[in-house]
């Protein structure tokens, strides 16, 4: 078949090489410049936290061996209190770890492999308009200024949030869409490196500084730097708007981050230098159009990033896609169907735990209540691992669909909460009687039985 795929991002360069290998011909469009000769400034995050699901994913395609060699692992989260005091929170009582990876990096591999695989790349050329009932979109050359048309059987729009494809299919009856911002948008800035290109704070870790209705993070890069990430109201105060000038700036960082103040001698410069991006959640539906053309990734569920799954949700789809192309070879249409009604409900779910993350990390995680649960939780999964497997973990650390995970948290949710309430649970906990308790309240669930395949 004669493909097309708009947009070259993580998602379209890795759904091109799939589809190329299953011996259709691919034709990969993106609007920027090939990032593997020149860099693009798009203001976006340098690294992402990649997890069990991306690895699967790039394991499909041969290239965990070599993503693993620029990623970082993170083996937990690590608290800065406003008096600088460090506390360490393993992701997992199995030495579990997520990955820094960089974008560029990751996205450069994917490229190569899709040219390696016989996908025809075109940067520079932009998706001006789409004909979804022929799967024909206008293709503008950035340089010349001239439009052609390209025809095809199928047309994936993996062309991110703020979609193209998926802007015509909101002209057509039926469809349905919802665009959610939250109230806080982001900066990114930078911990440099040491002089000996070596890390200021722990590398293998991920580290938070949760302040309550605002929080900022840090992820490791290879070189030594930290990326960091201010998510920050856009106005109220303290909010973007509030801060104006560089004294603002530093009073504010002398007040709640006193311990990154002195890792950051460019924090101002950098501050007012980089772009201000805010942060949706997109939900629509349907993502198939008279099984022409198919949303994917980004373009089909955009979601806010403190699950840190954003990209590790787009490349299951890929992975779910690929696996209903090799049960059902030529059954188009029931393929894209299948596609559809398997992902819906699990990017619903992430979407959903992801805006809920948001909370715990920068107001949760700081409250003692909230670490005496994760620490009964901790010691569940590791005394009971049959009975217990902890949500975070389930969505990091395995493949069991997103909604199904969601729905098993709610069922430990109930459960925590009666835990919590017992008097004295602070010096009580150890000496409960879990075993009993959990099989009476718990459905039994075993994670290894439910690795479905989708
Ligand atoms: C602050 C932040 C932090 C994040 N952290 C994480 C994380 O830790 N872990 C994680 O898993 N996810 C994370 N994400 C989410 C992740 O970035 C996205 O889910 C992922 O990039 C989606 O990939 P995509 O290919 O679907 O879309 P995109 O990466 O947006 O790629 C879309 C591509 O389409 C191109 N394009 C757009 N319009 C057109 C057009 N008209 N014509 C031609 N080309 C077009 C764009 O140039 C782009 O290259 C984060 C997101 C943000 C904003």
New binding site residues.
């Given amino acids: 078949m004669n493909i097309t795929v ?7 360069s890795l759904l091109s090489v799939l589809l190329a290998r299953r011996g259709h011909r691919v034709n990969l ?4 410049p090939d990032l593997r000769v020149s860099q693009w400034e798009d203001g ?2 340098i690294n ?3 997890s069990e699901r ?1 690895w699967r994913a790039l394991r499909l395609v041969g290239l965990e061996d070599a993503a693993k060699e620029f990623a970082i692992p993170m083996r937990g989260r690590m608290m800065h209190d406003p008096a600088g005091k460090l506390t360490f929170q393993p992701y997992g009582t199995n030495n579990e770890c997520i990955y820094s990876v960089s ?1 560029s990096l990751l996205n450069r591999l994917l490229m190569n492999l899709a040219e390696e695989s016989g996908v025809h790349l075109h940067f520079e ?4 308009g789409v004909d979804l009932a022929d799967a024909s979109v206008q293709i503008t050359d950035l340089h010349t200024n001239a439009t052609r048309t390209v025809h095809a059987d199928f047309l994936f729009g ?7 494809v998926r802007a015509a299919m909101m002209r057509h009856n039926r469809f349905n869409y919802e665009q959610y911002f939250i109230e806080h948008g ?1 900066k990114e800035l930078t911990i440099p490196a040491r002089p000996d290109g070596t890390w200021d704070i722990d590398k293998h870790a991920l580290h938070i500084w949760p302040r309550g209705h605002y929080m900022l993070i840090a992820l490791p890069n290879p070189d030594g730097t930290f990326t960091c ?1 201010l998510f920050f109201p856009f106005s109220g105060d303290p909010s973007f708007a509030s801060i104006r000038t560089r004294e603002d700036l530093l009073r504010f960082f002398r007040q709640n981050f006193p311990d990154v103040l002195p890792l950051m001698p460019d924090v101002a410069e950098e501050y007012f230098r980089n772009p201000l ?1 805010s ?1 949706v959640t997109v939900r629509c539906w349907p993502w198939v159009y008279q099984n022409r053309a198919i949303l ?4 089909a569920h ?2 806010v ?1 403190f699950y ?7 490349f299951e789809d890929c992975v779910i896609l690929d696996q209903l192309l090799g049960e059902h070879p030529g059954e188009w249409a029931r393929i894209f169907d299948q596609y559809q009604r398997t992902r819906k409900p699990n990017a619903d779910a992430i979407a959903e735990l992801a805006l809920q993350n948001f909370t715990e990390m920068r107001d949760k995680v700081a409250d003692p209540a909230f670490l005496l649960r994760k620490k009964i939780e901790a010691h569940l999964h590791r005394h009971y691992p049959d009975l217990w497997t902890p949500l975070y973990t389930m969505i990091a650390f395995t493949n069991i669909p997103y909604a199904e995970a969601m729905a098993l948290g709610r069922q430990q949710d109930r459960f925590m909460n009666s835990i919590m309430a017992i008097p004295d649970i602070h010096s009580q906990w150890p000496e409960l009687d879990y075993e009993s308790i959990l099989k009476e309240n718990l459905v039994h669930h075993s994670p290894a039985q439910s690795i479905l395949n989708y």
């Avoid at 469009?29 to 920027?32: A, M, V, Y």
């Avoid at 050329?125 to 001006?128: V, Y």
């Avoid at 994917?296 to 373009?299: E, N, Q, S, T, Y």
Wanted: proline share 2%.
């Fill in positions: 708009m947009g070259a991002g993580l998602v379209g469009f993106e609007k920027r976006r995050t992402l936290a990649m991306g974008r050329k932009k998706c001006t993996s062309d991110g949030a703020f979609s193209a982001y990430t991006s942060l994917i990734g980004d373009a955009a979601v990033p840190g799954q954003g990209m590790n949700a787009g």
